[in-house]
């Protein structure tokens, strides 16, 4: 049995500067695409209910994938590359966006997407309450909100 303050993310020194601009990214991205998502969708062609599914695959395979992965994490499944490998996959999935049509390979793609992206931050988030000093994460977390 583990305890709270076993670590079990990669441990090691944070550099402050790289996930202070995380942060920023992370919700610049989200700031900008979500308003710019349903005019961007209607654009390409889709009526209100496609519109709907791709909004709802974003916001369903965080709320399913991401606690799983969580889950797995918290019990020894931390694995080399997680994170990378996520963000790839999400970055991927974006930038093929414009190559898809239907309605169904839209939700598809966001589904990709809302896994790669929702599961991004807790594990960051995770990292980082374990390595800085209660006083550090407001100052990094900060950049969140600029």
């Known amino acids: ?6 670590p079990r993310y990669p441990t090691g020194h944070l550099p402050s500067k790289r996930v202070a601009a995380f942060y920023g990214v992370y919700f610049a991205v ?7 998502l349903g005019p961007w969708l209607e654009r390409r062609g889709l009526d209100p209910v496609g519109i ?19 889950h797995r994490v918290d019990h020894g499944g931390w694995r080399p590359g997680l994170l990378t490998v996520h963000l790839i996959l999400a970055a991927g999935a974006a930038a093929a966006l414009p190559a898809f049509d239907s309605t169904a390979a839209l939700v598809i793609a966001f589904l990709i ?12 988030e ?18 969140g909100s600029v």
């Open 1 to 6: 049995m583990t305890s709270f303050t076993t």
């Open 30 to 36: 989200l700031g900008v695409v979500l308003p710019m």
């Open 52 to 70: 709907g599914l791709v909004t709802a695959a974003f916001s369903l395979a965080k709320l399913v994938y991401t606690p799983w992965v969580a």
């Open 126 to 143: 995770a990292m980082v309450l374990e390595r800085v000093a209660d006083h550090g994460y407001g100052r990094l977390r900060l950049w």
């Open 113 to 124: 997407i809302g896994a790669g992206h929702g599961t991004v931050l807790p594990l960051v």
